[in-house]
Nanobody, 114 residues
Framework: QVQLVESGGGLVQPGGSLRLSCTAS????????MGWYRQAPGKQRERVAT???????DYLDSVAGRFAISRDNAKNTMYLQMNSLKPEDTAVYYC????????WGQGTQVTVSS
């Protein structure tokens, strides 16, 4: 079973930036399409961005142009660079496979507020 650990969240003012990291245990990360997800209070979890094994990326319309997903297979790590943050980006952010789902990690809280 792959274990996922997210980090890098925090409190930031509108317009600020954060970089999230996701580290996966085991050896299957490099063979797996991955994604970042988020869940705001009272809302369903939604997919924010995905990155294929070959590097192709896809984004939720509301974050396209502001967020950038990347991965380092040698480090079993995926990143989410978040720029021009808005209050509506406030949520707990999680990582997981895009098609294969492992147990969810604890997530990392992102709060955008002045």
């Amino acid at each position: 079973q792959v274990q996922l650990v997210e980090s890098g969240g925090g409190l930031v003012q509108p317009g600020g930036s954060l970089r999230l990291s996701c580290t996966a245990s085991g050896s299957v990360f490099r063979f797996t399409d991955m994604g970042w997800y988020r869940q705001a209070p009272g809302k369903q979890r939604e997919r924010v961005a995905t990155i294929a094994v070959g590097g192709k990326t896809d984004y939720l319309d509301s974050v396209a142009g502001r967020f950038a997903i990347s991965r380092d297979n040698a480090k079993n790590t995926m990143y989410l660079q978040m720029n021009s943050l808005k209050p509506e980006d406030t949520a707990v952010y999680y990582c997981n496979g895009r098609f294969v789902r492992w147990d969810w990690g604890q997530g990392t809280q992102v709060t955008v507020s002045s």
